[in-house]
């Protein structure tokens, strides 16, 4: 298992109590898998079905690996303007 | 000419006009965002930005280059404000110029239509109610990049 | 709230901003012109702005009035500047507001195409060399109102 | 005949090396009889086919009829911006 630390803001760090939580995943997990193990936890019901994950500053799909080390961000509904 | 930057303090959006207008310049566009006083039919009496600072300035330097790929060789600066703001107050400013007007122009509006798209800020309401709220556009109708998805 | 008037000191761009943005907006949108340092490949040294004022004023009016019926409620305020003006020197301000963003680019758009189709302002540049030339945009595509022109 | 005074700006009060110059027109003259008039006067020469007349401070086409006492004015090829 690998453990990476998860920004969190506005809204989710709101819901999680906590602006970054640390989750386990798989060797080799994906953007998917830090979604399945953020889901769980308390908060993790305000999570929409895709949530948008950003892994070093950009968007990154589901399918994309993640490593430690990486900047990982689960991004609310954005609303600049 | 790029330039992004999330601010705590008040934008001068005189000094980006400035800043981007140069002797090879001809039109020089700004696009304002202020603090309104009604959304959804609520009275709003302010509202509380936040971001996620170091993607944010990413993505709206991605965006500056995204519009000088489309539209040549503007110049272009984004400032978004964070913080507690009051009706009428600056919270984002996108100061565009080029040596024409039509690329000044349409860059400008790209940049604003991006920026609300993609770039990690929210703003939370709050209300003559005293009730507060995080704006979610996506509730209404999700326009975020289908790509862009995580998750399962 | 349309205004609109011709000026022969420094556009006080930030000001024109300020004065249409209000509570109930949520976008303001700026267009700024200004003294680029070449023309058709001459090198421009300032230009020299003159303008039917009266006729100027009232054209740049209905210019607002026809913004306002084609793109809602916008507010409007347009300064043109006459005289001699140098290098990044400010020939035109369009300020513009509106609750959302959309109309407020459009009605922006709108106004700087009307004024340069249609109100009676002249330049004349004056170049490195010493030269000077009123500037003709009709010698190379007329684009002026065919129901407008007088003459036989 | 009547007496008009029409106002010139920029190239054309060049041409002409005046601000404004009176001509006269036929009783009911239109556009189209000022800017024959002006045509015949030094400088008229530069007038393009069709030139653009204001009356009172509106675009006016060609058969639109003058009164003494209106504001006429012959307008150079704008270039404002």
């Known amino acids: 298992m690998t453990e990476l630390q998860v920004l969190l803001f506005a809204s989710y760090a709101e819901a999680f109590g906590a602006s970054a939580v640390t989750v386990s995943v798989p060797d080799r997990g994906t953007v998917e898998d830090v979604v399945a193990a953020l889901r769980v936890l308390p908060g993790g019901h305000v999570l929409p079905a895709r949530p948008l994950v950003s892994v070093d500053r950009r968007y990154a799909p589901g399918a994309v690996p993640v490593h430690a080390g990486q900047e990982v961000a689960l991004i609310p509904p954005v609303a600049g303007g | ?152």
Chains 1, 4 share one sequence.
């Open chain 2, 1 to 152: 000419m790029i330039r992004a930057a999330i601010v705590a303090a008040p934008i001068d959006v005189a000094g980006l006009l400035d800043e981007v207008t140069a002797e090879c310049t001809g039109a020089t566009t700004c696009f304002v965002g202020t603090v309104r006083d009604v959304n959804d039919g609520r009275a709003v009496t302010g509202i509380e930005y936040s971001a996620y600072a170091a993607m944010a300035i990413e993505e709206m330097t991605r965006i500056g280059t995204e519009a000088r790929a489309q539209f040549g060789d503007v110049r272009i600066v984004i400032e978004h404000r964070v913080g507690t703001l009051g009706l009428r107050d600056v919270s984002v400013a996108i100061a565009v110029s080029h040596a024409r007007r039509a690329p000044a122009l349409d860059a400008q509006r790209f940049a604003i239509e991006e920026l609300k798209r993609r770039v990690p800020i929210w703003k939370c309401e709050h209300y003559v109610d005293g009730d507060r709220q995080w704006v979610d556009p996506t509730a209404i109708a999700s326009d975020a990049p289908a790509v862009a998805r995580g998750g399962q």
